[in-house]
């Protein structure tokens, strides 16, 4: 079975810099999916970032970006110039490639940007 | 377009006692799963429908849950009787219907704002 472990439940960084959240997997499957779903204060869970695992290029969307480590299981995600509006609980998660299949995700990471 | 829509947003029960949670998905999205989030720990999977159907139940604890999606439109979850471990806030989410990876439907799950159950 396929396991999301996110490492650090907490962490803070200030406006601008810089944050990397890290997320590790376990799983025999040669082709997968991995994402990164963030979730802000009362708000729904939303689609930060998507990587397809026989791709070896990096995904990014603007200020978010992924370290894919294919060989180690390791799927991190850097958020740089960090704004307020990135506190939120990010999720990393992961999918299999078949037609109907269900989403795993880790146990989460609450990120704090400081003013 | 409507987003995902979840009713109640939070519900206070006793033990015993039976509460249903509403998921209206994005109007035309085939696929709607049901998560569960614990006291802070990961987003646990509970089943899956494609339209009508249930592709897969695995994830639902015990039969004092049950769901349906009448007629592949809003599902429901049902909780009779609730226990205290059934606490937590209930995700619903839902996706397009066909081949996944495709233009139509690329894996990304659209969520609803969650129902927090609390049972005393």
């Known amino acids: 079975a396929q396991t999301v472990t996110q490492s650090q439940p907490e962490m803070s960084v200030q406006e601008a810099e810089t944050v990397t959240l890290s997320c590790t997997y376990d799983?025999?499957?040669?082709?997968?999916?991995l994402f990164w779903y963030k979730q802000p204060p009362s708000r729904q869970m939303i689609l930060v970032i998507r990587q397809e695992a026989y791709k070896q290029q990096n995904a990014t969307e603007n200020r978010f970006s992924v370290n894919f480590q294919k060989a180690a299981k390791s799927f991190s995600l850097k958020i740089s110039d960090s704004q307020l509006g990135d506190t939120a609980m990010y999720f990393c998660a992961f999918m299999k490639p078949a037609s109907y299949d269900k989403v795993i995700f880790g146990p989460g990471t609450s990120l704090s940007v400081i003013p | 377009e409507a987003g995902v829509t979840q009713f109640p947003s939070h519900s206070v029960i006793e033990k015993g006692q039976t509460v249903t949670l509403r998921c209206d998905p994005i109007s035309g999205h085939d696929n709607l799963y049901w998560y569960r989030r614990v006291m802070g720990k990961e987003i646990k999977f509970l089943l899956h429908f494609v339209k009508e159907s249930k592709q897969d139940e695995s994830g639902m604890p015990n039969n004092r849950f049950l769901a349906e999606r009448t007629g592949g439109t809003y599902s429901t979850l049902k909780v009779q009787p609730a226990e205290l471990e059934d606490s937590g806030v209930y995700f619903c989410?839902?996706?397009?219907?066909?081949?996944?990876?495709?233009?139509?439907?690329?894996?990304?799950?659209?969520f609803g704002e969650g129902s927090r159950l609390t049972v005393l």
């Open positions: 989410a839902s996706s397009p219907g066909g081949q996944a990876y495709t233009a139509e439907n690329t894996g990304e799950l659209f």
């Open positions: 799983t025999s499957e040669n082709n997968y999916y």
